[in-house]
């Protein structure tokens, strides 16, 4: 049996379009489950999620979704693995800000192609609470997949 540690929620905007927010559920540990509560770590929206497609493809479709599931009147979210969770917030943390297209599509397609171990250990440096540490490791990632910015 699979184990889901992420979920997806379709966010419907005021423009008439949507956005995607990725949460991570609490950690199980000793407290009561009433005082654990899931949290958003990152989202994606407008052109951006128009980049991301292939990645959403890929993780929507390796835990048993249809990409045409994907749309604005979703009320469910859906549940994803935590190798494709980390890869998912790993590429919505990339993109955003950045706009020369063709680094945008490197990073992604890298962040795609990245193994297990790779996506969690960058995961662990981008996600730290330290906003300085966590901004560099997220630059190092970008100047990794994507090349100096140009």
């Known amino acids: 049996m699979r184990k889901y540690t992420f979920e997806l929620k ?8 949507y956005k995607l927010e990725l949460w991570e559920p609490p950690a199980t ?21 128009g980049l991301a497609t292939m990645n959403l493809r890929r993780a929507l479709e390796s835990n048993g979704y ?25 590429a919505f943390r990339s993109v955003s800000g950045l706009r020369q297209r063709s680094r945008l599509e490197d990073i992604l397609f890298g962040i795609m192609e990245m193994s ?12 730290r609470n330290n906003g300085t ?14 090349g100096e910015n140009r």
């Open 116 to 127: 297990r171990e790779e996506a969690l250990y960058w995961h662990a440096k981008v996600s």
């Open 10 to 17: 379709v966010i419907p905007q005021p423009s008439g379009d």
């Open 29 to 49: 540990d000793t407290r009561p489950a009433k005082g654990r509560k899931s949290k958003p770590i990152s989202s994606v929206q407008g052109w951006y999620l």
């Open 133 to 146: 540490q966590a901004n560099n490791a997220l630059i190092a990632l970008r100047v990794l997949l994507g």
């Open 66 to 90: 249809k990409y045409s599931d994907l749309k604005r009147t979703r009320k469910v979210p859906f549940h994803l693995s935590e190798e494709d969770g980390i890869k998912l917030d790993l």
